[in-house]
């Protein structure tokens, strides 16, 4: 049994965290995620959780790395600004191989920029933000409903795979309010038999640790932490695709865009142009796949972005280059009108710069 009720995105993702069994919140306000702090702030001590403002950005995701190395579920949330900050600690994190949820609902840049929406820190979350060799499982919604659907499954593959895993929207995902259906019961925990939970002279203490001052077992480490990420690539990429079976455009968006796009495709259709769309709802890992798939009968691509192009790169690695990429963009808060993703489809179906 479920209940559907009409919720802000930034609300969604909270009352979802807390019904996957998240009871530990640390974070640090800034717009435009902060609706999803006060809501933890309000709900929190009500069942028996911990909310916590912290003194910055920075001390937020140690605490995170405290609760997680605890055995806990454990989140923190931030707008770009405040997750640059944050890359430190979510690099230390990965180093020791701990779960934890990263919320980064996305606001204009470089610098402090704007409070409107952005979807410009896809290389930060997707080639590693923080120092070192590692990834984050990143997912990407574009409803009110996939805010709290992907919140959850972001909790139980950041347990599966031992690894942080990241919820990246848009501002106008935080802010949009829609109908959504919560689930009523909270999961069941995957056992953690390397937590720091006390030993009771049982069994032999547990070190949840980044440092390895031996090169051999550093190397060792990293190795190993790959061929899990070789995993996570195999059994986890998600994406929607959208009449791509015949289409010699594939647009590939997520997030905001993606609903522009998929207007822009249903009317590109409607004037005679094979249209498809490629929605990566994971984008680490990457749709590789999806997009090799869709480069053997497309004649090219449309990188529909609020960004200058960050995600063209995987597009074009993915189609082993074998198709021309063309970009679709709005940048500084601004969000492409379907207009203009049909003007890019067109000249992209056309052949035109």
Known sequence: MSEKVLMKGNEAIAEAAIRAGCRHYFGYPITPQTELAAYMAKRMPKIGGTFLQAESEIAAINMVYGVSAAGKRVMTSSSSPG?????????????????????NVQRGGPGLGGIQPSQSDYFQATKGGGHGDYHLIVLTPASVQEMADLTG??????????????????????????????????????????????????????????????????????????????????NETRYESFMTEDAD?????????????????????????????????????????????????????????????????????????????????????????????????????????
């Open 83 to 103: 997750v640059s900050l944050k890359q430190e600690g979510i690099s230390y994190i990965a180093g020791a191989d701990l779960p934890a949820l990263i919320v």
């Open 153 to 234: 499954l972001a909790f139980e593959l950041a347990d599966k795979y031992r690894m942080p895993a990241m919820l990246l929207a848009d501002g106008t995902m935080g802010q949009m309010m829609e109908p959504v259906e919560l689930p009523e019961t909270e999961p069941e925990f995957i056992d953690k038999p390397w937590a720091l939970t006390g030993t009771d002279m049982k069994r032999e203490h547990n070190i949840v640790n980044s440092l390895y001052l031996v090169p051999e077992q550093l190397e060792k480490t990293n190795f190993e932490r790959y061929e899990r990420y070789k995993l996570v690539e195999e």
């Open 249 to 353: 455009v594939c647009v590939v968006a997520f997030g905001i865009a993606a609903r522009v796009s998929k207007n822009a495709v249903v009317e590109a259709r409607k004037q005679g142009i094979k249209a498809g769309l490629i929605r990566p709802i994971t984008v680490w890992p990457f749709p590789k796949k999806a997009i090799a798939e869709a480069a053997k009968t497309s004649k090219a691509f449309v990188s529909v972005e609020l960004s200058m192009g960050q995600m063209i790169e995987d597009i074009k690695l993915a189609s082993d280059c074998s198709r021309p990429v063309y970009l679709c963009n709005r940048v500084g808060g601004m969000i492409p009108s379907p207009e203009e993703v049909l003007e890019s489809i067109k000249k992209a179906a056309g052949g035109n710069e």
